[in-house]
């Protein structure tokens, strides 16, 4: 019975994320050493899961180990060049050949009717091409890198218009150039430049690397700078974390690092609010900054409006100025266009999420969300455990942003004296 109540109640929280997923782009580059591996055939049912739930999918994989193993059986010694493995004319059949068999491998996968499974009968349409040009690497310091390559071009286009007829992409880390020629590229590099060229909504890397039951669950464009700065970051991961910034600042909204070791980490990433990986996004900070004092004229002149409705209770100036070090806004062309506040109360066990507002010409662009996101995260940081909000008519929106309606919290005290029975207030809790 209790387990029946935790996946009614697991199914629920999902919701918000099945729909808010539905249509999307993302763009997922899974790591050979992972296929194959126990947990691989879990991941191609969790993949075929995301495409029946309308997710628009392009799938890469890389091939640099299955490369090694090949060359080994060749007798065959790689030679590298800032990390970088110079393929050679001796290696290319291989490289293509080690290259061809992960793609077969994988395709082959992600064909099966997958029988005994939840997902028994489901078919995924997989469609692969010349959607990716190449172009060489050249010479790096004196040395010819030959037939290792770089990206020039995805045809986007061609891509949009398969996933708008719900086929799933399949793309292995190769291109070829203009002039015909073959180039083995790196596949988070390649990863990264398709989640641009598409605008994806996520770029999801499913990869093992050091130590990576210590990272963190998000992290800044910024924050991942100083980490690619520092020493003792693990190689793979500075490559990772690399290509991640260079999608966020190309507008992917959110990049994903998943350790391929745990089982479902994809859904878990997607389903839940707490995920299991780290998320790179800038989001958070995307034109948000703390109000200061010469804010409270733009914020009396968006808030007006709402009070004047009876959906924000009415704040005085005297009132807003002396709580302006907890408001956030978003300011454009000179006019706070969004605010919040995230007041902390005494015990630091609460934080009061108050005064959210978006502008009416601003609506419906995520602004609210990453608001409601900053403050969590401001939140977050003092180590405050859980928000809560009062509202009349916005209950629905903080549920489906994972809130829930408590008529058991009581409110701190410093609230209940100021509380307006007439309102009639609903009380929203979320745990972060
Ligand atoms: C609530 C509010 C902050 C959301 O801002 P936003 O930037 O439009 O939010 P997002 O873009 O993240 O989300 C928009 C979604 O929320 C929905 N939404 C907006 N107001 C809602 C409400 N009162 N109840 C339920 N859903 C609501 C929109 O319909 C939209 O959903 P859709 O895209 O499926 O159509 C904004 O509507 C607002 O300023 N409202 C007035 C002030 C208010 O109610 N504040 C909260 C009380 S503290």
Redesign the pocket.
């Known amino acids: 019975m209790n387990n029946n109540k935790a996946q009614v109640q697991w199914f629920r929280g999902a919701a918000p994320y099945i729909?808010a997923h539905r249509k999307k782009t993302f763009v997922i580059l899974i790591s050979d050493e992972f296929i194959g591996s126990d947990q691989f055939m879990g991941l191609i049912h969790d993949l075929a899961l995301l495409n029946h739930l309308g997710i628009k999918l392009v799938i890469l994989h890389g091939s640099r180990n299955r490369i090694d193993q090949h060359l080994a059986k060749q007798d065959i010694t790689s030679e590298f060049n800032r990390n970088i493995r110079i393929s050679d004319a001796e290696s290319l059949p291989y490289i293509i050949q080690a290259i061809n068999e992960v793609k077969t491998y994988l395709e082959s996968h992600l064909s099966m009717g997958l029988p005994n499974t939840p997902m028994s009968g489901s078919e995924i349409s997989l469609v692969s091409g010349n959607f990716v040009t190449g172009m060489p690497l050249g010479v790096i310091d004196g040395i010819d890198m030959q037939h290792s390559g770089k990206v020039r071009d995805i045809k986007h286009e061609a891509v949009n218009a398969m996933l708008e007829q719900n086929h799933v992409i399949l793309l292995s880390n190769i291109g070829y150039s203009k002039t015909g020629e073959i180039f083995n590229l790196p596949a988070e590099e390649l990863a990264s430049e398709v989640a641009q060229a598409l605008q994806a909504d996520k770029l999801i890397f499913i990869q093992h690397t050091e130590n990576q039951d210590d990272r963190a669950d998000t992290l800044s464009t910024s924050e991942c700078s100083a980490l690619v700065s520092d020493p003792d970051t693990d190689n793979d991961y500075r490559n990772l974390l690399i290509q991640a910034v260079n999608a966020v600042n190309a507008r992917v909204k959110r990049v994903h690092i998943i350790d391929q070791k745990i089982d479902g980490g994809l859904l878990l990433e997607l389903f839940t609010r707490d995920g299991c990986g780290t998320m790179i996004t800038n989001l958070f900070y995307e034109g948000i900054r703390a109000a200061n004092i010469d804010d409270v004229g733009g914020i009396l002149r968006l808030i007006q409006p709402?009070e004047e409705n009876g959906?924000?209770v009415e704040r005085s100036r005297e009132q807003l100025e002396l709580e302006i070090d907890y408001f956030q806004v978003i300011e454009k062309d000179g006019m706070i266009i969004?605010c919040v506040a995230c007041i902390p109360d005494k015990s630091n066990q609460f934080a009061e999420?108050?005064?959210?507002?978006?502008?009416?010409n601003?609506?419906?662009?995520?602004?609210?969300?990453?608001?409601?996101q900053m403050a969590e995260h401001l939140a977050t940081g003092k180590n405050i455990p859980q928000i809560y909000?009062?509202?009349t008519?916005?209950?629905?929106?903080?549920i489906?942003h994972g809130f829930v309606e408590t008529k058991d919290f009581s409110l701190p005290e410093h609230k209940q004296t100021s509380y307006n029975q007439q309102r009639r207030s609903k009380i929203l809790l979320k745990q972060i």
Not at 353 to 360: S, Y
Not at 362 to 372: T, V
């Open positions: 729909k709402l959906i924000l969004a999420l108050a005064c959210l507002a978006v502008h009416e601003y609506r419906k662009s995520g602004l609210g969300e990453q608001l409601l909000s009062l509202t008519r916005t209950t629905h929106w903080f489906e």
